[in-house]
């Protein structure tokens, strides 16, 4: 068994590390540090959250704080989503695009108040990103803080996430809270900002505390889940997780080549917003016509689609999977790809290359996999499921 | 069903066990647990000749691939059929329902050449596992 990733720098450790390694974790590297990438399984941790709850470490991820008067004016310049218009409250889905259009990253925003913006980032682009504010912030009144190394991040992910979390809450009611809002309050007595946000396509919710806060919230959020079916899960759950949920991984689906509107993303793009990096470049493609479009396929014949390997259209080879895996909890090789734009729609026959052999499969509509809503009382009879 | 003790083991984690004039091949727990769950096998197709050393086939976990080697030379006479649609039985049972395939072996003398139960259990700790 080969043992990739090499380097020479001694790997980071986040704050839940002696943790992972305490609960069995396989630790392995990932963006610089050392990450648990299963416990129990993959595709028993992938389970639990589709049917139970699982908890992530991502602390390794990046976040940057925008302060001052012109926090909100370099924020919309370095997205597309117009954060002017997100109240405080609200956090947005969004990207840091170049003046050609492509990601140089897939972010979250958070409107922390009128002249406050943070920022949540890839943990692999985090030099990258960092450098990239540091370029465009000339002439805007703004103060930009680098707080990774004082944030930890856990992940609370799965239908049963909002009771668990309930129980430890204080200031703020998970049973209640909307989908991408965040709230600040206490869990487990130690102070938190909350937002009901995820990266697996269940309800869920990404907890911020300071990093000596970390194993303590960690701790009480496995004690009140475990009686409910909560399992640690590691990255290699969170990958799966979040292709059935057909959300894009940079590096894979998006790269600083893809446009938003070729990732099929074109909701993050506020046509109406003045000025932002890249608008000129995407209202030219807008006009033209994109060339390719982001799809998701499922495999017909026997095997598993990998990133990298070649797609076939009609005879010829036209692109490369960018993600693809057996879906744990749809039992079926699924995939995403580029096509071109005018064969980029569900029902395409297309053939994948696996080692040699070209195996059938066929674009169909994303996500692979949508959770299964109802209309409910919880307690206070509110529908806590609107997204 | 093939004893641990009595197989010969390859340095890159296969299993041979001699039945008859045939041998069965699989791969090892050590093998098995590196590579987590295991979604899909692939052995390619009976009645192929193989020399030791080469590729047999591939097991496919959730994030990754690896290649399965001939332990031996010879003909490969069946697949386990039970992994097309039970592919963790690899994990489950490495030894017993989770065996890939059968082979006439070209030379049994091969098999000598190969570790013993003890000697790939040394083998394991050398490698620090």
Not at chain 1, 91 to 101: H, I, R
Not at chain 2, 39 to 46: F, I, Q
Request: proline share 6%; hydrophobic share 40%; glycine share 10%.
């Amino acid at each position: 068994m080969n043992h990739p990733e090499g380097g020479s720098a001694p790997l980071r450790k986040t704050a839940l590390h002696g943790r992972h390694v305490a609960l069995g974790a396989r630790m392995v590297p990932f963006a610089g540090f050392e990450m648990p990438v299963q416990y129990t399984g993959v595709i028993e941790e992938h389970r639990a959250v589709r049917t139970a709850a699982g908890l992530f470490d991502v602390s390794h991820m990046g976040e940057f704080r925008l302060r001052g008067p012109d926090a909100v004016r370099l924020a919309d310049l370095l997205v597309p989503t117009s954060v002017a218009a997100l109240p405080p409250g609200r956090v947005a889905y969004s990207g840091l695009l170049t003046e050609a259009g492509g990601f140089v990253d897939d972010v979250l925003v958070y409107r922390i108040g009128d002249r406050e913006v943070l920022f949540v980032v890839n943990a692999a682009n985090l030099d990258k990103d960092r450098e990239w504010f540091l370029e465009h912030r000339a002439g805007f009144d703004v103060e930009f803080t680098d707080e990774s190394d004082e944030t930890a991040l856990i992940a609370l992910q799965g239908p049963r996430s909002r009771e668990i979390l309930a129980g430890l809450a204080e200031g703020f009611d998970p049973l209640a809270q909307k989908y991408y809002r965040w709230a600040a309050g206490r869990v487990a007595g130690r102070p938190a900002m909350v937002s009901r946000t995820g990266y697996t396509g269940e309800i869920g919710f990404e907890i911020f505390v300071a990093p000596g806060d970390a194993p303590a919230v960690w701790d009480a959020l496995l004690a009140a889940g475990r009686g409910l079916g909560l399992l640690p899960a590691g990255l290699g759950a969170r990958d799966t997780l979040r292709l059935e949920a057909a959300m894009p991984l940079y590096g894979n689906d998006i790269d600083e080549t893809t446009t938003p509107l070729e990732a099929d993303l074109e909701f993050i793009v506020h046509w109406d917003k003045d000025r932002f990096l890249g608008k000129e470049a995407l209202v030219v493609q807008r006009q033209r016509g994109v060339p390719r479009k982001r799809v998701g396929f499922e495999v017909r014949g026997r095997g598993i689609a990998r990133h990298g390997y070649p797609v076939w259209l009609d005879g010829k080879q036209v692109s490369r999977v960018t993600s693809g895996t057996m879906a744990p909890f749809l039992g079926r090789a699924i995939g995403m790809t580029y096509l071109p734009a005018d064969r980029a729609e569900p029902g395409v026959e297309i053939e994948v290359e696996v080692r040699g052999r070209r195996l059938p499969a066929v674009t169909v509509p994303l996500p692979f996999y949508r959770r299964p809503r109802k209309k409910k009382a919880v307690r206070r009879n509110q529908d806590g499921g609107g997204a | 069903m093939p004893r641990q003790e009595e197989c010969r083991y390859t340095k890159e984690h296969e299993w041979v066990f001699r039945e008859g004039d045939e041998v069965v091949v699989g791969i090892t727990d050590f093998a098995q647990s590196e590579l987590g769950d295991i979604v899909y096998v692939d052995m390619g197709e009976t009645g192929r000749r193989v020399n030791a050393g080469d590729p047999l086939g591939d097991i496919e976990s959730v994030k990754a691939v690896a290649q399965v080697y001939a332990p031996v030379s010879g003909e490969v006479t069946a697949m386990n059929e039970l992994l097309a649609d039970a592919p963790e039985k690899v994990n489950q049972d490495p030894f017993g329902e989770g065996w890939l395939v059968r082979m006439r072996p070209a030379d049994p003398a091969e098999l000598d050449a190969l570790m013993d139960h003890e000697a790939y259990r040394r083998f394991l700790e050398e490698e620090g596992h």
